[in-house]
């Protein structure tokens, strides 16, 4: 082992040292304390493989208080699992159904968040340990008693033992990103209105600070209830608020700003005029004026110009970040919002740069309300004051009808949870099987071997596997000459567990999966010499299960699902695609011909774009943990591309097509609606060939798909036809986005998908087009499936 410890130890040898510590110490005063001091031989085997699966074959996240509450809520459980395997071991094929059907269960529930993948393993484990003979349901007792014993040392250990610092809260990060938009905000009131270099990195580094690969997982809002939901929704919105100010294009020349029109007139003060301006507003569209005599209101009362939506978005930014803080805001910054979007959508008049921009403002400002609402929900629940349609469906539904929708929606061979499920739970029982059937001694190995080594890829687990198998036999080595010189003297065994255990726990995650089963076989082979004469055949033994079960993981590994997400992001995202294009046909089709329009939770049709998009975003996140294969994907592909079109495409029509309240909107000119019409067509129509290229069934198109537009903006992708209304700009601004989307999945070299929501795309070279769309309008019910652990 020279060569092991570097002379400074690195943040992950400090980090597993810290776990080695805390596990071993419980481990092995469970142990002790019930073989010595209660002379329970079971009683001391269950405290010390229970401690050892919760923490040292699990990855329980967060900080030592928060995996001592996760082990408190995990002990109820525990002791269903060993009753279950207690009772069901007494025939082998009993015991073959409840691991086939435990097993499952127990994978599937990655599905509700980080928590939950973390503890899988460790569960499994409760359940693996009992079920194997002798089948004696009078020991339950003991066997109960020793798990929570052990469970218990674990809890206080992670409580008290070197604990870590405390991660910085996702509300808290999510504050902080607001009042970095409410600073952006107000910076672009003024001449030149664009954002300097260093508010740009620091828009960028606040935006990245809430992907969830940045945040540690138990920080992650992954759950399905309200508050997870809403709280995931917060951090999508305000990165799409991040990234709309550093796009928004600066006025028209002709047009001074509102707060340069303060400077220059008599109206006051720049809070006097926004207030009367929005009163005017309010008074303009109550009196049933149209676009032109509202705007002619306002300025009559504020000096000569509209309200300013810039200061209002950054009044409800600094608002939504003192919500988030526990701060009780009156929401006056919220309503006075909610007034000038009013203004904003009654206002039709102006040339087309005016009509840009007037398209561009109206998201900043439908995607800052969007961030306020999903905050407050955040923070209350189900008690906050919330419209029932539209993106925030969830804010009335109970706990269990959101976890149903949460777990329904992954019952499929579609889904990597559910693929992954069936793989492992199908391997486990074939393993339990051939242990029962064969009686290996020590079968227990067999499917520890199974659970540990089996990986979401057959290439994964062939490489893994082969490590393993040497690190076992050279163990199985070191074992079997231990207990070939020390015999039966258990003082020995009893003295060198505790720091071989350290050394195991330390190495095994830094060193890698050689070293862990090389070490960990020595550990169990001085484990069992205690509680029963051992020779050096236990350790042959120990070699046999483990090249058992690794030969069943490698088999289930080429059956189900062998390629993993590989294959399955690929299909997932060409079938996103194609469900994608109906949308953008539909919804263009829609706009032109105008008509009643009234508030739904999501448009016709939506619902399948979204369970889609939940597909993709759960492949990408398990894509993105395992190796790449033999063969490499090409370069420049961006898959997040894709997820970030199918939310343009999915909440960009229900912006366009889901009001607020019902309304008839007219149709659009002749020309207006030919142009739109064709635009959308020639947007679908490049999101078929793409997806015919991405698609891995066979019939693909191999050579680059070339892109009608491979530099789309709102103002090159379609011609400004005369006359045309504020709606068309909209719509126009909205396919230029995913037109820029596909550019980026199709490896070009266009950047500007980031803006939407908050990619990997420097915020300062995002294109200036992106800002005009209303694609970007978020979702918790779609975003709290991606990035979520990179682990499913």
């Given amino acids: 082992m020279g060569g092991a410890f570097p002379r400074r130890p690195s943040p992950a040898y400090r980090a597993a040292a810290r776990r080695a510590l805390r596990v071993t110490i419980a481990a092995t005063a469970g142990f002790y304390v019930l073989l010595h001091g209660f002379d329970s031989a079971v009683g001391a085997t269950y405290a010390l493989f229970g401690a050892i699966a919760m923490a040292g074959l699990s990855h329980l996240p967060g900080s030592g208080r928060q995996r001592a509450v996760l082990l408190v809520d995990v002990v109820p459980v525990c002791w269903v699992l060993i009753t279950l395997g207690t009772y069901l071991s007494v025939r082998t094929w009993s015991a073959v159904v409840g691991m086939l059907v435990v097993g499952f269960v127990l994978a599937f529930m990655a599905v509700g968040g980080p928590r939950f993948a973390g503890a899988a393993t460790g569960l499994q484990l409760m359940y693996i340990l009992p079920s194997f003979p002798p089948y004696d349901p009078g020991s339950l007792g003991e066997r109960l008693a020793g798990a929570t014993f052990g469970l218990v040392l674990l809890t206080l250990a992670e409580m008290t033992l070197l604990p870590e610092p405390a991660a910085l809260p996702y509300r808290e990060r999510a504050a902080r990103a607001a009042d970095g938009a409410a600073r952006c905000a107000d910076r672009l009131r003024s001449a030149p209105y664009t954002l300097p270099d260093a508010m740009l990195h620091t828009a960028r580094a606040l935006s990245t600070g809430l992907r969830s690969s940045q945040v540690p997982e138990a920080e992650r809002p992954a759950g399905a209830g309200v508050r997870p939901r809403a709280l995931a929704h917060t951090g999508l919105a305000t990165r799409t608020l991040l990234g709309r100010l550093t796009s928004l294009p600066p006025p028209p020349p002709a047009t001074a700003p509102p707060r340069e029109a303060e400077a220059g007139t008599e109206a006051g003060t720049g809070a006097e005029a926004w207030t009367a301006g929005g009163a005017g507003a309010e008074r303009g569209a109550q009196a049933g004026s149209t676009g032109q005599e509202a705007r002619t209101r306002a300025a009559e009362v504020s000096g000569a110009r509209l309200p300013d939506p810039l200061r209002a978005v950054a009044g409800v930014a600094r608002e939504t970040a003192a919500r988030l803080r526990g701060g009780m805001p009156d929401g006056r910054a919220h309503a006075r919002l909610r007034q000038i979007r009013q203004t904003l959508t009654a206002a039709e008049d102006g040339s087309p740069a005016v009509l840009r921009r007037d398209a561009a403002l109206l998201e900043l ?75 290996l001694p020590h079968g227990f190995w067999v499917l520890l071997a199974t659970l540990t080594l089996t990986r979401t890829t057959v290439r994964e687990t062939r490489k893994t596997e082969r490590i393993a198998l040497t690190g076992t036999l050279v163990g199985a080595l070191v074992a079997a000459a231990s207990l070939a010189l020390v015999g039966t003297d258990i003082e020995v065994y009893a003295v060198a567990l505790p720091p071989l255990m350290l050394v195991t726990f330390t190495l095994g995650p830094v060193k890698g999966v050689g070293w862990a089963q090389a ?26 299960d483990v090249l058992t079960g690794s030969a069943i993981g490698a088999v289930f590994g080429l059956l189900a699902w062998p390629r993993g997400a590989h294959d399955e992001l690929r299909r997932s995202v060409a079938v996103l695609l194609r469900i994608a294009a109906e949308i953008v046909v539909a919804t263009t089709a829609q706009i032109a011909a105008g008509g009643r329009r009234v508030p739904v939770v999501t448009a016709p049709g939506h619902r399948s774009l979204q369970h889609a ?14 190796p790449k294969g033999p063969t490499p994907p090409p370069v420049g592909q961006d898959w997040q591309a894709a997820l970030i079109a199918g939310h343009h495409a999915l909440w960009g029509a229900d912006r366009l097509l889901v009001p607020p309240e019902p309304v008839v909107v007219p149709p659009l000119g002749r020309e207006a609606a ?34 009608h537009a491979p530099t789309a903006s709102a103002t090159t992708i379609a011609a400004d036809p005369p006359g045309a209304p504020r709606l068309y700009y909209a719509t126009v601004s909205w396919l230029a986005s995913l037109t820029t989307d596909l550019v980026r999945l199709a490896g070009g070299t266009g950047t500007g998908a980031g803006a939407g929501t908050g990619a990997d795309a420097p915020v300062g070279k995002r294109r200036s087009h992106r800002a005009g769309g209303p694609g970007a309008a978020p979702t918790a019910g779609c975003h709290d499936e991606v990035d979520r652990r990179n682990r499913p």
């Fill in 674 to 707: 030919e142009s739109a019409i064709r635009t959308g067509d020639r947007v679908a129509a490049d999101m078929l060939l793409t997806s015919a290229r991405i698609d891995p069934t066979g019939d693909t198109v191999e050579t680059p798909v070339p892109l």
């Fill in 613 to 626: 998009l939940v597909m993709a975003e759960s492949a990408y996140a398990q894509y993105q943990s395992e």
């Fill in 519 to 544: 070490l960990f076989t020595v550990v169990v082979a001085l484990v069992f010499a205690q509680l029963a004469p051992a020779t050096w055949q236990l350790a042959e033994f120990r070699l046999l």
């Fill in 365 to 439: 400002v439908n995607v800052a309300l969007a961030m306020s609402t999903a905050a407050d929900i955040a923070v209350r629940g189900r008690a906050a004051d919330t419209p029932e349609p539209g993106p925030f469906w969830y804010a009335r539904m109970r706990a269990p009808r959101l976890w149903w929708r949460r777990l329904s929606g992954h019952v499929g061979s579609r889904s990597v949870f559910f693929q992954n499920a069936v793989r492992i739970s199908l391997a486990l029982a074939a393993a339990r099987l051939i242990a029962g059937i064969d009686t």
